[in-house]
T-cell receptor, first 114, second 114 residues
Framework: NAGVTQTPKFQVLKTGQSMTLQCAQD?????MSWYRQDPGMGLRLIHY???????DQGEVPNGYNVSRSTTEDFPLRLLSAAPSQTSVYFC?????????????FGEGSWLTVV | AQSVSQHNHHVILSEAASLELGCNYS??????LFWYVQYPGQHLQLLLK??????LVKGIKGFEAEFIKSKFSFNLRKPSVQWSDTAEYFC????????????FGDGTTLTVKP
């Protein structure tokens, strides 16, 4: 199993550009989430999904869109990048069965908006 | 809404000292509780988790945590820290009725001096 795979690992964007962070998991987990990590602020939930076709907002959803067309994939879209979106982004997945809802994280995507 | 509070932002210890990191959560219902560790430059990894049963939970690398329901606390402990424990530690909670939405604390940076 590859676990949770995020791409790209590093990205520099100009203000106003759009981009998509890709996330895929091969563990057949129902739940998937996107977090951003900023110094001193821990991990903040952006959006999450409890299954294909179902998404919901987290703590800091503004400026981001998500969709969940398949169980495996959960892309995060930045519609018009702003410097405030410079952060490290983590995709995560979990399941209420089997692994007992342990959250598995991807390796992170470092995004800089200039 | 659920929330997590970690009391210590930065802890500095000498090797062999005992460690206790505080974590309190806010949620009125039944919860799942987690401690994650993030070593420098790496993604988050599970240290331990509590779902039910014995409130004293043992995890990897000699860590343990005690769930005290009356205090809404889930403090992390280790009797004797090592230099390799230097990392950032995150407490997390999700509600049993909405386990796809996990909330993390701001994190505690632990520095262990050799």
């Amino acid at each position: 199993n590859a676990g949770v795979t995020q791409t790209p690992k590093f990205q520099v964007l100009k203000t106003g550009q759009s981009m998509t962070l890709q996330c895929a998991q091969d563990m057949n987990h129902e739940y998937m989430s996107w977090y951003r990590q900023d110094p001193g602020m821990g991990l903040r939930l952006i959006h999450y999904s409890v299954g294909a076709g179902i998404t919901d907002q987290g703590e800091v959803p503004n400026g981001y869109n998500v969709s969940r067309s398949t169980t495996e994939d959960f892309p995060l879209r930045l519609l018009s990048a702003a410097p405030s979106q410079t952060s490290v982004y983590f995709c995560a997945s979990s399941s209420p069965t089997g692994s007992g809802n342990t959250i598995y994280f991807g390796e992170g995507s470092w995004l800089t908006v200039v | 809404a659920q929330s997590v509070s970690q009391h210590n932002h930065h802890v500095i210890l000498s090797e062999a000292a005992s460690l206790e990191l505080g974590c309190n959560y806010s949620y009125g219902g039944t919860v799942n509780l987690f401690w994650y560790v993030q070593y420098p430059g790496q993604h988050l990894q599970l240290l331990l988790k509590y779902f039910s049963g014995d409130p004293l939970v043992k995890g990897i690398k000699g860590f343990e945590a005690e769930f005290i329901k009356s205090k809404f606390s889930f403090n992390l402990r280790k009797p004797s820290v090592q230099w390799s424990d230097t990392a950032e530690y995150f407490c997390a909670v999700n509600a049993r009725t909405n386990a796809g939405k996990s909330t993390f604390g701001d994190g505690t940076t632990l520095t262990v001096k050799p």
